[in-house]
């Protein structure tokens, strides 16, 4: 960001936490610029933002002031899916939305990637260019089937963050938490199985599922405290469930943390109908409190949870270095991935050991627990600037992506299709559900700049939605 963006974007936070209450008068030009060692010039710029954001008013020849506090929406209610196992549908909906990828003039607020700009990540490209120039043997080389044992131990002595302590002999390292996930069902679940799943859940697992051939139980989610153990109880009392799909921490879309209680709770329910929890802690380490939550795995005393993660979310997307802590399916997990892929590639291992090892990964994910809160409340103030009343938005506290929910009447697929001729990409919500249910939804990425050109997308998804509630 930008001196003056960065600048609006504190004053939004004090703003939001009440230190500048509403009427009040906010400091001189002069005062914050010397307050905050910048130029006048950034100051009048950021408080250029904080006006388009309706958060302050000018005054002639008095000042600035604080705006009238406008209601935040209300957040969406427990979901309600179908209740019997389906079959996962919309997968050319989400091979559009992959398509998105390489067209460099789409603002893709529909996507799923971080912000992979940042100063923070240097030192990481700084030792992959060391390690191509002076490693060529090591780095051509077959790896071993686990992955690289330097890696295995720095992910060991990170997850003792989240309550989990294992050996590194008991890690696997993969391409990815797609590539973990995908190991994972492979090792336990065959074609036809039934897997649960919160409701509404992310559509790369949903496809997941679609592609080995196995039926999805999608479960009511409460969007701040996860997936509804009553209902999930009252499942595995009706049907052949093999395991559930959980993502405890930060879930995609929408954002929630499941209390520690509740994660007992699920495991209590996974031993008394004998089933596997697969664990998707990919976004865990983006939760805004320190210290970050408890993994399900952490209170796992019989290996019945296989712990999936990766470095996507919380560094880079093309690093490809994800792994599962497997607890009693060791053996299988390493068959299915020799089976799946063989080995992977040591190069990004590598880097990323060091990266961890000499301090940077925990300076980095410091700095991006910041920074995506602050855009997760930027967006939100635009989201309430220009969608219509009516609406409900979620207020995660960490990760970086909004759900919202929209009047019943509004089909976010027809508004999603008529926005790409503008070069605008969103992820309607009827991704996130395997019956294509949600489809007055819609995921926003956080993760995108705050600049002028995305908040006048933000204001142009807004009209669409006007115009889409009119019509409706």
């Known amino acids: 960001m930008t001196r003056y963006e960065n600048l609006a974007t504190l004053l939004a936070e004090r703003i939001e936490q009440g230190l500048y209450r509403h009427g009040e008068k906010l400091p001189s030009v002069r005062n914050l610029s010397q307050e905050h060692g910048v130029s006048i010039s950034t100051v009048q710029q950021a408080y250029q933002v904080l006006e388009n954001l309706q958060l302050i008013t000018p005054q002639p020849r008095s000042g600035y002031f604080v705006a009238p506090r406008k209601a935040k929406p209300p957040v969406p209610a427990i979901s309600r899916p179908v209740q019997r196992p389906v079959d996962v549908t919309q997968w050319d909906e989400v091979l559009t939305l992959l398509d998105a990828r390489s067209d460099k003039e789409m603002l893709n607020f529909g996507g799923g990637a971080p912000d992979i700009s940042q100063p923070t990540l240097k030192p990481l490209w700084r030792e992959m260019a060391r390690l191509v120039q002076h490693n060529q043997c090591d780095i051509l080389s077959y790896d071993a089937l686990q992955g690289r044992r330097e890696l295995r131990?720095?992910?060991?002595?990170?997850?003792?963050?989240?309550?989990?302590?294992?050996?590194?002999?008991?890690i696997v390292i993969t391409n990815g938490c797609h590539g973990a996930l995908s190991i994972a069902l492979l090792s336990v679940c065959k074609p036809g199985d039934i897997v649960a799943v919160e409701s509404p859940s992310y559509y790369g697992t949903m496809q997941l599922l679609r592609?080995?051939?196995?039926?999805v139980m999608e479960i009511p989610t409460d969007p701040e405290t996860g997936i509804s153990i009553e209902a999930l109880e009252l499942a595995l009392e009706q049907w052949p469930i093999k395991g559930v799909i959980l993502v405890p921490s930060c879930s995609n879309p929408q954002g929630s943390i499941m209390p520690d209680a509740r994660k007992k709770a699920i495991l209590a329910l996974a031993q008394r109908h004998d089933i596997v929890i697969f664990e998707d802690d990919i976004y865990g380490e983006l939760v805004t409190d320190y210290p970050?939550?408890?993994t399900i795995k952490s209170f796992d005393i019989d290996g019945r949870v296989l712990l999936c993660s990766s470095f996507t979310k919380s560094v880079a997307p093309g690093l490809r270095v994800g792994w599962i802590v497997p607890g009693r399916y060791r053996d299988r997990v390493l068959h299915m991935k020799y089976a799946a892929i063989g080995s992977t590639v040591p190069t990004n291992q590598l880097a990323m050991a060091a990266f961890i090892r000499d301090g940077h990964y925990h300076r980095h994910i410091r700095r991006m627990r910041q920074f995506y809160q602050q855009h997760l409340e930027t967006y939100t103030c635009w989201i309430r600037q220009y969608f219509p009343c009516g609406i409900c938005v979620t207020r995660p506290k960490g990760g970086y992506m909004l759900w919202v929910?929209?009047?019943?009447?509004?089909?976010?697929?027809?508004?999603?299709?008529?926005?790409?001729?503008?070069?605008i990409q969103t992820a309607p919500g009827s991704l996130f559900s395997a019956s294509g249910k949600y489809r007055n939804c819609l995921r926003i990425n956080c993760a995108l700049p705050l600049t002028e050109r995305y908040r006048e997308a933000i204001a142009k998804l807004g009209e669409a939605i006007h115009i889409a509630m009119e019509e409706s």
């Open 153 to 170: 131990e720095q992910i060991s002595r990170l997850m003792v963050d989240g309550g989990t302590v294992v050996d590194p002999e008991d």
């Open 211 to 215: 592609g080995f051939g196995i039926k």
């Open 292 to 294: 970050r939550p408890r």
């Open 405 to 423: 929910e929209l009047p019943e009447g509004v089909d976010m697929i027809c508004v999603s299709r008529q926005l790409c001729r503008l070069k």
